[in-house]
């Protein structure tokens, strides 16, 4: 992966079926253009301090629901639950925003399930930071569209979760569970 001169995030790429790796590099300024998601992986674990620019790009494109499929079909849910679990706060907070936004396309939730993103997004709902439970809730939610998520969340415990979260103190938090 070479370094480039940019330093700022480039836009959104023109809408259509980008689907190769070069999308991620499109939108990802430090990745070249044949990088994918184990060079972008592995960019992230060599340079943590680079997370917080790749979350806030993906919580960012992923209002774009072209964006979401490419993304999901190049499998970067792996870079987002690598996100997840940081260290630094608002990186979780803007990869599980991002996961949100990604369960918001039913054609995704295939993927997000398959990829393990279910359990990311329980330990999310159980952190003990409202704006983290908050996001994990609104992901829950738009992913138990279908039956057999709702299904799966159940056996995974997150119905007492999002009851407990129910009854939270805060307004935001029963709003969203």
Known sequence: MGAKQSTSLKNSPSKGNIKSPG?????LYFLEPGDGVTELEAY????????????QELANQSTDSQFRRNVVTLGALRILRLLTI????????????????????????????HDGCFYNIIDL???????????????????????DNKHHFDQLGAVGALIHLAQHSEEKCRTEA
């Open 86 to 113: 940081s260290h630094e706060h608002n990186v979780v907070l803007c990869a599980i925003h991002a996961l949100g936004n990604l369960a918001v396309d039913t054609d995704n939730h295939d993927d997000m399930v």
């Open 23 to 27: 999308y991620l590099a499109s939108v």
């Open 44 to 55: 992230l674990r060599a340079n943590p301090n680079q997370q917080l620019n790749v979350a």
């Open 125 to 147: 709902l159980s952190s003990g930071k409202v704006d983290l439970q908050c996001k994990a809730a609104r992901a829950i939610t738009n992913l138990c569209v279908t039956y």
